[in-house]
C-alpha cells in the first residue's frame, strides 16, 4: 500500500485540504485539473512553486478540495498544504528549501471587520462640521 500524505493550507478565508501520493505530476482540485481551475498563469505558477523550489516536478500527485475565499487566496492556501506535505514526505530533503522560500509560514493577515456607525472597517462616515 503506498502511502498518501494529507495536510492543510489556509490563506485568508481559502481552505486547501491537500493529499500527495507518489505519482507522474497530477494535480485535482475539486476533481477539475489545475489548468482548468486556475485559468490564470501567474496562479498555476504559485501552485507549482513547492515542486520548482525542491526540484520534485512530475514525482507526485495531489488531489485537493478548495473551499472558500478568492482565487489569489485558493491558489497560496494550496501552496502552502503541499508545502507542508512535501515536507512530512522527507523532511531532510525538501525543509530548508522551502522555509527558505518561506512557503512554510502561514500569512496571518485576515480581513478586518466593519465597526458600527461607519461604512468599513477604518472608513469613516464624511464630517461635516456645520
Keep these: 500500500m503506498e502511502s498518501i500524505i494529507n495536510a492543510l493550507g489556509r490563506r485568508k478565508s481559502a481552505v486547501a485540504r491537500v493529499y500527495v501520493k507518489a505519482g507522474k505530476g497530477e494535480i485535482l482540485i475539486n476533481g477539475r485539473d489545475l489548468k ?4 490564470e498563469e501567474t496562479l498555476q505558477y504559485i501552485v507549482e512553486q513547492p515542486f520548482e523550489v525542491t526540484g520534485t516536478a512530475g514525482m507526485f500527485d495531489v488531489k485537493v478540495n478548495l473551499v472558500g475565499g478568492g482565487i489569489k487566496g485558493q491558489a497560496e492556501a494550496l501552496r502552502l498544504g503541499i508545502s507542508r506535505a512535501l515536507c512530512e514526505a522527507n523532511k531532510e530533503a525538501y525543509r530548508p528549501a522551502l522555509k ?18 461607519q461604512p468599513g472597517a477604518r472608513r469613516r462616515f464624511q464630517f461635516s462640521k456645520r
Design 36 to 39: 482548468d481551475y486556475f485559468k
Design 100 to 117: 527558505a522560500a518561506g512557503f512554510l509560514t502561514r500569512d496571518p493577515r485576515e480581513v478586518e471587520r466593519k465597526k458600527p456607525g
